[in-house]
């Protein structure tokens, strides 16, 4: 928001000096981004006499000028066209710098001649491209004065952040009022005297909008002004949009810009003569109808938008921008003018659907004054009259302005509890009377408090109390230590964040990469992965395509590996730690770890050719994560039942009894055709929640840690078992004959075919015994390796292979 001084001084009598109202609106949480004052920069330069233009005696183009600089005199050279005896300009003295050029004079000689300063154009003094001649002033100008001060340009520019929530700081009145709330000024109230109508409006108003979408313009206030003469505005509105970069087009138009800025109050006129018909119509439910705004492109509307049309069609996108087709010229005579409340959200959603900026867009998704409607209809009828002549009719009014009024339970003790600063019950009744709520007592240190129709923003006790510190000053508070605390036994974290911590880790070890995505995501991508149920759409997305919270972290992944593999990266290894949501509520917040590979587990090379990625890398991946995390990796199930997303027979879940720790697999191709993704992908997702927490345990001292002396032993055992019975029982069935002595069972063959018999299959696996008291003997090792085929024989029904 950028409004210069003047202009801020209409609406706030002041003495405070520049620095002081800058930090005053920082204080009051308006940050001020930039001050510009051009009265520093053009300092140096003064208003010069030109006593004597004579030729340069070395050059024909050159003058040579004696230059009364109100000082004194001193010599110029100047090659500009119209210098000339007798004229009066722009003079820099030598150790100036030059704001259009950055150049920094000093004395010199040109041709032979000594010269000692300049004479500037419009272009070096960075007013203007103007530079076919220097700066020529009128014969009254003040010899020796501020060229600066003389021009008027010595206006500081302020340029301050308003945050979302302060829509009433959207306008210079808005500003000079908190200002004044915070004792840096006198407010100055605009002057809202009603303009009488002197005749009934031709041109009538008709909401035409379907059952449940009256909100989306509860009132329209127009108002039929006659025989305007359209030119130029008024300078001084000229030079307050122009100091705030806004181009001057005509005393109509440049209204609207000045009013919306002004008293954060967005006005659209329409050229009465070009509305086809005598009402204009507001309604949604317009897909597929065109129009042409005002910048000169033209959009098509779907359902959701408001429009404003006539018997011509849609004329203009209400609250957003107006149409061309009815846009005012020189040549208009009649006009109608608009003040209208429009819905923030679906101003919004216009906006982003059609990516279309405007400043009254900016305000209306914000929350525009609701009662400030008619008001501000006088103040738009009033400049209109003065600048363009004419004569008003009377107010067109259709709807009513929303309910806004509102009581909000205050307590002023909640001052001190929530900002640590004890101010009494009057003090905070007389800022927020400054700030222009009323309050009444009900009880002790009990306020209703009604916050005035231009704050929105205020809905319960907290904002008030931040109204109130912000007002006595954040500076004011005072700094306090807090009290020691206790020393705590346990751990400052919760189990759960330190077991994400480890799994991340151990994922980061196996050379995997951590990816920061969005918790939201398109909603198609969600309904490939399970869906997301309609508590989870956001009502204000930032992107129009990221309308959902995400129900697993896999889609983000996933087109994450997708942008690499375009870029020519198609070998990723990624992981993210993080929540998904499986609802709206705090238990369907889960805390997930996932992770993807693609492309090639491993390069083609000398030895080995090269890999896909697929199910066994996702599952090295999860097992190594969850044994990081604490899980009892041992004791974990693996069954084929994985999410629909995974690929059927190239899948599995990794489960502790009834409780899924995880999943993983090969995504299933519907899913990577549907993201457009034409490599194979593994992943895997582990809910953390899930994992047991371990028995708390006497002491907090790590188990010393038990290296055996004595050699290990290792034997290799191949069963023939049926053809559905899998790796893991077959492992189980060995690990459990005797787990001091059994240190690790591992699968490492496995045969179907000519030998095995038919349903058959073969698995292989090695076992390693590691003794620590002993030397195994041979008989020690083949009475285990008995039990051992007996057991598998027993739980499996498998056979020692001939």
Known sequence: MKFTLSWLKTYLETDESLEALSAGMTAIGLEVESVEDPAEKLAPFTIAHVVEAAPHPNADKLRLCTVDTGAGQVQVVCGAPNARTGMKGVFAASGSTIPGTGLKLKPTKIRGVSSNGMLCSEREMGISDEHEGIIDLPEDAPVGEPFAAYMGLDDPLFDIAVTPNRADCLGVYGIARDLAAAGLGQLKAPDLTAVPGAFKSPLDVRLDFAPGAEDACPLFVGRYIRGVINGPSPKWMQDRLLSVDLRPISALVDMTNFVTLDLNRPVHVFDADKVSGDHLWLRTGCAGAKFQALNGKEYELDDEMTAIGDGAGVQSLAGVMGGEATGCTGETVNVFIE????????????????????DARHRFERGVDPAFAEPGMEVATRLVLEMCGGEASAMVIAGQAPEWRREVTFRPSRVHSLGGVDLSEMVCEEILGNLGFDSYEVGSDHLAVEPPSWRGDIVGEADLVEEVLRIHGFDNIPAVSLPPLKARAGAAIELAPRRMGWARRALAVRGMSEAVTWSFMPRAQADLFGGALPALT???????????????????????????????????????????????????????????????????????????????????????????????????????????????????????????????????????????????????????????????????????????????????????????????????????????LIADVALFDLYEGEGVGEGKKSLAIAVRLEPKDRTLTDAEIETLATKLVDNVKKVTGGVLRG
């Open 339 to 358: 003040i209208a409340l429009f819905d923030p959200v679906r101003t919004a959603a216009t906006g982003r659907k059609l990516n279309l900026e405007s």
């Open 538 to 740: 956001l009502a204000n997305p930032i992107s129009s395509d990221l309308d959902v919270m995400r129900p697993s972290i896999l889609p983000n992944l996933a087109m994450a590996c997708r942008r690499n593999a375009d870029r020519g990266f198609a070998d990723m290894a990624l992981f993210e730690t993080g929540p998904q949501y499986s609802g709206d509520s705090a238990a369907d917040q889960h805390r997930v770890v996932a992770g993807m590979r693609s492309g090639q587990a491993m390069s083609r090379n000398m030895y080995t050719p090269a890999r896909p990625v697929d199910a066994f890398d996702a599952k090295a991946d999860a097992l190594a994560a969850l044994a990081a995390a604490g899980a009892p990796v041992a004791s974990l199930q693996v069954k084929p039942d994985a999410p629909a997303w995974y690929h059927p027979g190239r899948s599995g879940t990794l489960a502790l009894g009834p409780n899924l720790l995880g999943c993983f697999g090969e995504l299933h191709p519907a899913v990577l055709a549907a993201l457009d993704i034409d490599l194979p992908l593994a992943a895997f997702e582990l809910f953390i929640d899930a994992i047991p927490v371990p028995k708390e345990k006497a002491g907090r001292t790590r188990p010393a840690l038990t290296i055996s002396d004595f050699p290990a032993v290792e034997r290799d055992f191949a069963f023939v078992v049926d053809a559905d019975v899998s790796a893991e029982q077959l492992i189980r069935a060995a690990r459990v004959v005797d787990k001091k």
